[in-house]
C-alpha cells in the first residue's frame, strides 16, 4: 500500500510537469496569452508542491535530533551520540568528542533511516546501537 502512495505523489509531479510543459508551448505557438498564464500558474502550483514536499521531509528529519544512549560503540561504555539539527553528530564520551560526521534521515512508505557517514553506517546498526533517546522536537 506504501508503493501505492509514493506512485500517486509521483504521477502528480508528472501530471503537473507535463501541464506546465504543454501549456507553455502551446501559449508561444498560438501566442494566446490565457495559455500562457495558465502554464504560469501550473508552474507556480508545482513549485508549491514541491516546497511542501520538502518542508514535510525536514519535519520529519528533525524528528530524529536529540541524544541517543549508545550500547555497542567500541571502547566506550557511555558513549552517546548528538543528532544536531544542522545535519551533522557528535559521538561523546564524558565530555569528549569521540567522532563527528554527517547524517541525513530517508524514508519509503514503509521504513525510515538515519544515515551517518554519508551512508557509511545506520543508527541503531553496529556501532551505533543505542538503547533509549532523548530526541529534541524543533
Known amino acids: 500500500m506504501a508503493a501505492l502512495g509514493e506512485l500517486i505523489v509521483f504521477l502528480i509531479y508528472a501530471f503537473i510537469i507535463s501541464l506546465t510543459v504543454i501549456l507553455l508551448f502551446v501559449s508561444i505557438f498560438k501566442k494566446s496569452l490565457i495559455l500562457f498564464i495558465l502554464s504560469m500558474l501550473s508552474g507556480i502550483f508545482l513549485t508549491y508542491f514541491t516546497v511542501n514536499q520538502w518542508k514535510n521531509k525536514r519535519k520529519d528529519e528533525l524528528e530524529n535530533v536529540g541524544t ?7 571502547n566506550c561504555k557511555s558513549c552517546r551520540i548528538i543528532l544536531l539539527d544542522n545535519n551533522c553528530f557528535k559521538v561523546m564520551s564524558e565530555n569528549k568528542v569521540v567522532e563527528r560526521g554527517d547524517w541525513h534521515f530517508e524514508q519509503g512508505g514503509d521504513y525510515f533511516i538515519v544515515f551517518l557517514n554519508n551512508r557509511q553506517n545506520q543508527l541503531g546498526s553496529f556501532p551505533y546501537e543505542y538503547d533509549r533517546y532523548d530526541v529534541k522536537v524543533k
Not at 68 to 74: K, Q
Open 68 to 74: 541517543y544512549n549508545l550500547t555497542n560503540y567500541p
